[in-house]
């Protein structure tokens, strides 16, 4: 059943992009970092442009930053995205869209990398400067016990422009049974679960599927965040996971993904190299 889903899903995607336009607006491959004295400023162009600023304090700084993105699908706050060409041959068929996102600049204060509240003070600064813009949705940071942050979708607009409220989907509070499985199975129930309680899909993209499945987790509870114990399977694993939790209102599904927090350093022989922050000298 399993390997049926994923196929499914697969199939989807791939029919979303073959119907993607090629006429998209020039972004950047990622966003820039550029250092003044006491101050830093980040320019950010995406579709995406708070994820893609965060992306780059990741890697420049080595931060463990969770992203959850705001569900927007409102005509306010995505833009068609079907290319003519496919549009003319499926006439029928429901087209594509993307983020309505674009140009972000962003000036914070240079951080002190060992200074956790300097480090809150300039993602509640780069989040607070985002709010500001017509980009779409609204964001909050959050502090976590274990020295993470997570940057999470509060407000989005509706058909009418109206910003509204949005209960973020990783708050849903589940109960899990308690037992030992694999991190991958673990991950699977908490999803599985969260789709009963909420009605929403989330699909899983997976780092590594060996990681997973060779990692042993014992856990379980009543009523705990959805959020919490998707931490504490990640955290069993003994490596520096951060996840980004993506919307797509054409499916419509969440689609969770992890990654390794890394920082970027010079290689000695003029380029770069990421490197896991728990592997830094």
């Given at each position: ?15 979303l ?18 250092h ?16 893609q ?19 927007c ?61 017509d ?57 599985s ?17 060996s ?6 987790v014992?856990?379980g ?17 003994k ?12 499916m ?30």
């Amino acid at each position: 059943m399993r390997e049926i889903l994923t196929i499914t899903v697969l199939a989807v995607l791939s029919g979303l992009v073959s119907a993607q336009s090629t006429m998209r607006p020039k972004y950047l491959d990622r966003a820039l970092v550029q250092h003044n004295n006491s101050e830093i400023t980040v320019i950010a162009n995406d579709s995406l442009p708070l994820l893609q600023a965060i992306d780059a304090l990741r890697l420049e700084y080595g931060w463990q930053i969770n992203w959850e993105s705001a569900p927007c699908s409102s005509r306010f706050d995505v833009v068609d995205d079907t290319d003519p060409k496919w549009r003319a041959a499926h006439p029928a068929d429901k087209g594509v869209t993307r983020p309505a996102g674009g140009l972000f600049t962003a000036t914070l204060p240079e951080p002190n990398n060992y200074d956790q509240n300097s480090k809150h003070l300039v993602l509640s600064k780069l989040v607070e400067e985002y709010n500001a813009t017509d980009n779409p949705g609204k964001y909050m940071l959050r502090a976590d016990a274990d020295g993470q942050f997570t940057v999470v979708g509060t407000r989005v607009r509706d058909e009418t422009g109206k910003l509204r409220e949005t209960s973020p989907l990783l708050d849903t509070p589940l109960t899990l049974a308690k037992g030992s499985r694999n991190a991958e199975d673990t991950i699977n129930s908490i999803l599985s679960a969260l789709e009963s309680v909420t009605g929403q899909k989330v699909i899983l993209a997976e780092l590594s599927h060996s990681l997973l499945l060779n990692t042993k987790v014992t856990m379980g509870g009543e009523k705990i965040p959805a959020r919490e114990l998707l931490k504490q399977a990640f955290a069993s694993t003994k490596q520096p996971l951060q996840y980004d939790l993506g919307f797509n209102p054409d499916m419509p599904a969440y689609i969770l993904s992890t990654s390794l927090a890394m920082r970027e350093e010079d290689d000695g022989l003029g380029g770069k190299r990421l490197v896991p922050i728990d592997r830094r000298p």
